[in-house]
């Protein structure tokens, strides 16, 4: 009897099987993956994935920022000394004794310069605090007399009101109070102005001489002319030109005048 020769066929077919369930396991895998990754990408990548750094906007950033500087400058602001009222009346008023208009005091920035015909004495003093009514008050303060190398604690009291005011302080020297005086009404001379400062105030002098001479009126009652001190100051970037005069008056009154911006302005 002949025996049947067995095939290959059913091995074939195992591993044709084993082949395709292979093929479809992977099949399962990347459809699995594919849909993790459009669910993720739907998410916004918040199913335990890192999540990507976030970018603050530039106009946020530029809000942040000039939050800071305001704050900045508000610091600035409260910290800045407030002017004072009581000198700034004091600074832009004449004086003299009430029965003796020889008798005078000036003020000026942390001094006053006292003279009585033959006389000055300047004292220096350093406000501590201030009182202030909206028309008169007082500067509680410390003053180094002429001569003194001691400060003294004392008050200079501002009293009345515009046309009528009065100052006394027992730190005065010459007169321990004197009242407003009448602004002066004479013509005020400058001289000595030469180049290159004529240029640098574009050849304004006659406003350079109406400017001082309106100063000096509400300051200096008594000066009839200012002398130009040869000594200017030029600030390129700011476009500001400063120069200096002394003024005959019996105090010798030095003033700084500024030129920027096609105009003067004139500091005691």
């Not at 099949?27 to 994935?49: E, L, N, P």
């Not at 500087?69 to 700034?88: D, I, N, V, Y």
Request: with cysteine.
């Amino acid at each position: 009897m002949r025996r049947r020769r067995r095939t290959g066929k059913p091995s074939n077919r195992k591993r044709i099987g084993a082949i395709a369930a292979l093929a479809a396991l992977a099949i399962v895998v990347a459809g699995s993956m594919a849909g993790a990754a459009v669910r993720g990408a739907q998410t916004g990548g918040s199913d335990g994935g890192a999540s990507s750094p976030v970018e603050q906007p530039a106009d946020s950033a530029a809000t942040s920022s000039e939050t800071a500087t305001s704050s900045e400058g508000a610091g600035e602001q409260e910290g800045r000394e407030p002017q004072s009222q009581a000198l700034s009346v004091l600074r832009s008023h004449t004086w003299q004794a009430r029965d003796d208009a020889s008798r005078t005091v000036q003020f000026r920035d942390g001094s006053f310069v006292e003279y009585d015909g033959g006389t000055t004495k300047v004292s220096a003093f350093e406000a501590d605090d201030e009182q202030w009514d909206g028309t008169a008050g007082s500067i509680a303060c410390r003053i180094t007399a002429d001569g003194s190398a001691q400060p003294i604690s004392s008050v200079i009291t501002l009293s009345g009101s515009e046309g009528s005011y009065r100052v006394s302080c027992d730190g005065f020297a010459l007169s321990k109070s004197y009242v407003q005086g009448s602004k002066g009404e004479g013509p005020v001379a400058v001289s000595g102005v030469t180049e290159p400062y004529t240029t640098l105030i574009d050849g304004k002098t006659p406003e350079l001489t109406s400017a001082i001479a309106s100063w000096c009126r509400g300051h200096a009652p008594t000066a009839t002319c200012a002398t130009f001190d040869g000594e200017v100051y030029v600030d390129v970037p700011a476009k500001r030109t400063t120069a200096t005069f002394t003024c005959d008056d019996a105090a010798a009154t030095v003033i700084s005048v500024v030129y920027s911006g096609d105009a003067f302005e004139v500091k005691g």
